[in-house]
């Protein structure tokens, strides 16, 4: 008897189990057709320029809908800052990870390659995190594990050589030697100083190599871009004391 009882009361849970996992996978679709028609809209008008409405417009939706997903459009724009710094934060990763066997040095320019390959495929995600900030517009502490996962990857090179074969020791001048001992503190306290001062400075030079090549701004300047950018990422990998075997 309790378990013909018990047997309604079971069905209606796996309906109910169900249905939430129907609206689950909805809500999922939803948001990234919300996500994909606002990257659209960033192409076309720029992040200073994401509205809300306008996006609802593309969908089809009401605005009063799409509120239900993000509030406001700081909080689309941080989803999608967000989703881009990880896009970006894998593609490193990955790269890191590929080639077996290798050496601090060559996985250093392997990932400044990746770097450069993603800003170059995603030019309008790459503006998004890396252009100018968008007006009125704050990131909250949400972005920073996102944002954080290319330096990590640089640490986590760096770390490596510094227990096998050593970095190259780096000059520091006297006076900023008490700010690079911060920024190890904040950055990466098993690291020298000096070494975390020069990956800092690499890192800035990077993405501004990059942003060059993504912006423009080496047109009638460099026309061999890659192979500029691979010289250009092993004189940043001897800067930060990496020594090619």
């Known amino acids: 008897m309790s378990t013909a009882q018990g047997a309604p009361k079971g069905i209606a849970h796996e309906a109910e189990q169900g249905a939430k996992g129907a609206r689950a996978r909805a809500r999922i679709e939803v948001t990234a057709a919300i996500k994909d028609a606002a990257r659209a809209q960033l192409a076309a008008e720029g992040a200073a320029k994401l509205s809300l409405r306008a996006v609802a417009r593309e969908l089809g939706m009401a605005s009063s809908a799409l509120y239900r997903y993000f ?135 990077l993405f501004g190599l990059v942003g060059f090549e993504v912006f423009g701004q080496f047109h009638r300047v460099v026309e061999d871009r890659e192979a500029f950018f691979r010289h250009a990422a092993e004189r940043l990998a001897n800067a930060v004391g990496l020594v090619f075997a």
């Open 71 to 205: 509030p406001s459009r700081d909080d689309l724009l941080t989803a999608l800052i967000i989703d881009a710094y990880d896009s970006l934060g894998a593609a490193a990763e990955e790269a890191c990870a590929a080639p077996a066997g290798a050496g601090p040095a060559r996985r250093w320019t392997v990932v400044c390659e990746a770097v450069r390959e993603w800003a170059l495929a995603h030019p309008h995600e790459y503006a998004l995190i890396y252009g100018s900030p968008v007006p009125g517009y704050k990131a909250p502490d949400d972005t920073v594990p996102a944002a954080a996962r290319v330096g990590h990857v640089f640490i986590g090179i760096m770390r490596d050589a510094h227990r096998g074969r050593g970095l190259a020791k780096q000059a520091l001048p006297a006076g900023l030697r008490p700010e690079a001992r911060r920024m190890a503190a904040d950055l990466a306290p098993d690291l020298p100083p000096e070494s975390v001062a020069a990956l800092v400075t690499a890192w800035a030079e």
